[in-house]
């Protein structure tokens, strides 16, 4: 490694000591010099430290998503008519879930949305997107056709953003390496192989739900919402809405505009007192079994409802329903029916290279 290059990055990294911003530019350059493992892996930390500390704006958020993209993202081609839509959190929030976007994406990809995740194995969690699909049966470690042909035939699909068939160069070695929330978590999140337009986000601070929703409309999104949920009466949130307090939203309009907006779980009657029903299990085994049975709609807990609110909000903006309420609506339809299982089953058999171990991997739980 340079030294003269440490010594560069180095003075970068004061500059965000000291409360300076970086342009789109310049925080492109310092995340390719990280992607490229061109300085000291202190060095590196630092930096994501004193950017977070600092506080990220739009245009070093911006940056960082496009060095990730162009230098660390395998590209895919979907058909042109098919308008993808993600959900995901950034995670590292201070109250951790189970995998409520997990179930909130097949609950609307049964309602016939094409949903195309993104997500990574736990850092700071028991369960995460990418741990609780491979608990399920999923194949997560496919190549990135696999899933696109999954998004397809499924109307679901999940890119490891963990792994090389994803992101060959740094992302893995990056983020298993940090425990804490960082413009990364933010970035990485974005850098999605299929570059949807439509999207709802989870964010690990409140602050970062204005900031988030203009840095999405920077790079490509039409429709979306951000949102942090909180859990009342205590300082704690979740990158879902929640269903234990208030939810802080801030959703792109096809105008341009962007709207900010609070959802109250009470008028909804969806209220919880308390979020421990919330919390996943001790262990990937036992949550993927109550997982599948949520899916199953076994079911009837606050888990239910935490899954309806967020499912709701991908119908609202995907153009699926009129309001939330009506989303709600239409995703209880689809659980109670049995379409939100028949998808995971599908899901199950599209993304995978071993289709029926990986279907009787899934029925074991049920």
């Not at 162009?70 to 879930?97: A, E, Y």
């Not at 309420?325 to 339809?333: D, K, L, P, S, Y």
Request: proline share 4%; hydrophobic share 45%; aromatic share 4%.
């Amino acid at each position: 490694m340079s030294q003269a290059l440490n010594r560069e990055f180095g003075a970068v990294i004061t500059r965000l000591i000291q409360k300076e911003s970086l342009t789109r530019e310049e925080s492109e350059l310092a995340f390719i010099s990280l992607l490229n493992n061109e300085v000291t892996e202190m060095q590196q930390g630092a930096f994501l430290a004193a950017l977070t500390a600092k506080g990220e704006t739009r245009q070093e958020v911006a940056g960082a998503w496009q060095a990730i993209y162009d230098l660390d993202t395998t590209k895919i081609d979907l058909d042109p008519g098919l308008r993808p839509v993600d959900n995901s959190g950034t995670g590292m929030d201070t109250f951790k879930t189970f995998n409520i976007s997990t179930a909130a994406a097949l609950v609307a990809a049964a309602g016939g949305i094409p949903m195309a995740r993104h997500g990574a194995r736990a850092i700071t969690s028991v369960c995460g997107t990418v741990d609780m699909a491979e608990a399920l049966g999923v194949d997560v470690e496919c190549p990135a056709d696999v899933v696109a042909g999954s998004i397809k035939t499924a109307n679901i699909g999940l890119f490891n953003g963990m792994s090389p068939h994803i992101h060959p160069r740094a992302l893995g070695r990056i983020l298993s390496q940090i425990c804490f929330g960082s413009t990364l978590n933010i970035a990485a999140s974005l850098a999605n192989p299929a570059l949807p337009s439509i999207g709802v986000r989870g964010v690990y601070s409140k602050a970062m739900v204005r900031p988030v929703a203009e840095v999405m409309q920077d790079i490509g999104y039409t429709r979306a919402i951000v949102l942090h949920g909180a859990l009342e009466g205590s300082g704690m949130g979740m990158d879902e809405a929640s269903v234990c307090g208030l939810t802080h939203c801030a959703q792109i309009l096809e105008t341009g505009e962007i709207h900010e907006f609070t959802i109250d779980p009470k008028p909804l009657g969806i209220a919880a007192k308390s979020p421990e029903a919330l919390s996943p299990g001790t262990d990937i085994k036992s949550e993927a079994r109550r997982f599948a049975g949520l899916m199953a709609n076994r079911d009837n807990s606050v888990r239910k409802d935490a899954v309806l609110l967020n499912a709701g909000l991908i119908f609202l903006v995907a153009g699926k329903a009129k309001d939330l309420e009506g989303g709600i609506q239409a995703a209880a339809t689809l659980l109670e029916t049995g379409a939100a299982f028949t998808t995971l089953e599908n899901w199950v058999r599209a993304q995978n290279t071993d289709p029926e171990k990986g279907l009787a991997t899934l029925h074991s739980l049920v």
